[in-house]
Structure formats: structure tokens, C-alpha cells
């Protein structure tokens, strides 16, 4: 059966608890980043009876602008669509907050988080070279692959409701 991991937002500056710290830094392991975006953006948590399983965090970067900045799910829990969950309830704070825009930077080391925003209605639309490279101290890795340039993507909120990209592809 699916689990259905509900959202809360909470509050968190950095540090915040223990496992929030391990997912976040999963998605990004610079601290001082992630401290930034918590100050200034808004942090949603999906629970399994009571634990976090999964974290994301959004933070308005224009006008009509909001950009995921951060969107990280346990490792026992993925592959459940709790970051399809995730997502689709950020989009639809932006949505509700009368953002026409939403935008993530990803990695370009693994297919996986570019296929799940491709599901909830994200494109491709640039790319930063050398960005993992350029911004970071440390080479940073994922699943082995050390990431080097960033993607990035979009989404036209205006356009359609998030999800039914996902819907008509497996129509
Ligand atoms: C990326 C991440 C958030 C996905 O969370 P998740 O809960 O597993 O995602 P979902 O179950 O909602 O997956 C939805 C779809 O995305 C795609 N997807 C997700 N993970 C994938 C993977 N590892 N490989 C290939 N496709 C993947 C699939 O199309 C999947 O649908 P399917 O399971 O029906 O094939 C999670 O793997 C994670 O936290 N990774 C480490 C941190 C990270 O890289 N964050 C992204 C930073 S931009």
C-alpha cells in the first residue's frame, strides 16, 4: 500500500534536528548554504508516523520567482513518492502564494531527481557550467558521479496544474 506522507511546514535555523540536518545535507552538503536558505525560505516536512522521511525547502528569488532550494527524502523511503509529494505541495504553496514560477538547480551526476521534476511539470531550460566545480570547496558526489555542472529547470505554474504532465504521460 502507499504510504501518503503528510506535510507540515516548520520552522528551523541551523542547525536543525538530527535527521533534518542528515537530509538536508544529502541534498546539499554545504552548511552555510543551506543556513541561508532556511533564514530566508520556508522549510515543509513529510512525516512517516512521526519521523521525517522527507524534507524540502523553497525560497522566493523574483517577483513571480520561487525556486526549490533544497528537496531530500530518506533513503528507506524512496521510490514511494514522497518526493512526488514533496513537490507537488511545494508547487502548490507557490501556486497559492500567486508565484507564476517555480525553478530548481540540479545536478547533472544522476538522472533521478530530473526525472521527478520532469513528472511534476518542470523543463529544462539552462545550464551552469562548472557550478559543483566552481561553488563548492570539496568535489561533491552523488551515487558515485561527482557533479560538475548544474541543470536547470522550470515550471510554468500558470500553465497547467503540476501533476498532469505526469498523467497525461502514463495515459
Ligand atoms: C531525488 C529524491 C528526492 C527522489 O525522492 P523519491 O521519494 O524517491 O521520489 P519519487 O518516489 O517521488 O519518484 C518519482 C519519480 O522520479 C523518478 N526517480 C526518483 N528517483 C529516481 C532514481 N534514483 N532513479 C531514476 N528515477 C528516479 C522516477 O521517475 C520516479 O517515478 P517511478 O518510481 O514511478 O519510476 C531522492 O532520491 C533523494 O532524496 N535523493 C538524494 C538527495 C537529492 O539528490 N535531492 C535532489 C536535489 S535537486
Known amino acids: 500500500m502507499a504510504c501518503t506522507f503528510p506535510i507540515e ?29 532556511l533564514a530566508h525560505g520556508e522549510l515543509y516536512v513529510a512525516k512517516n508516523c512521526g519521523t521525517a522521511a ?16 533544497n528537496c531530500s527524502v530518506a533513503p528507506e523511503y524512496r521510490r514511494q513518492r514522497c518526493g512526488t ?15 507564476r514560477y517555480a525553478e530548481v538547480g540540479t545536478s547533472d551526476a544522476s538522472p533521478g531527481p530530473m526525472a521527478l ?7 529544462v531550460y539552462g545550464v ?23 541543470i536547470r529547470m522550470r515550471a510554468d505554474l500558470s500553465l497547467r496544474k503540476e501533476g498532469a504532465h505526469h498523467a497525461a504521460q502514463k495515459a
Not at 509529494?85 to 508565484?99: C, D, E, F, P, S
Not at 521534476?117 to 523543463?123: A, D, K, P
Open 117 to 123: 521534476y520532469e513528472s511534476c511539470g518542470f523543463q
Open 54 to 69: 522527507g524534507v524540502i525547502v523553497i525560497r522566493q528569488t523574483g517577483k513571480h520567482t520561487w525556486e526549490i532550494m
Open 128 to 150: 551552469i557550467n562548472n557550478h559543483f566545480t566552481d561553488n563548492y570547496p570539496e568535489p561533491v558526489w552523488d551515487n558515485g558521479v561527482q557533479c560538475i555542472d548544474m
Open 9 to 37: 511546514r516548520e520552522t528551523a535555523v541551523w542547525p536543525p534536528s538530527a535527521p533534518l540536518r542528515e537530509l538536508l545535507l544529502d541534498a546539499d552538503p554545504d552548511e552555510r548554504r543551506i543556513a541561508g536558505h
Open 85 to 99: 509529494a514533496l513537490v507537488r505541495h511545494a508547487l502548490n504553496i507557490i501556486r497559492n502564494k500567486g508565484g
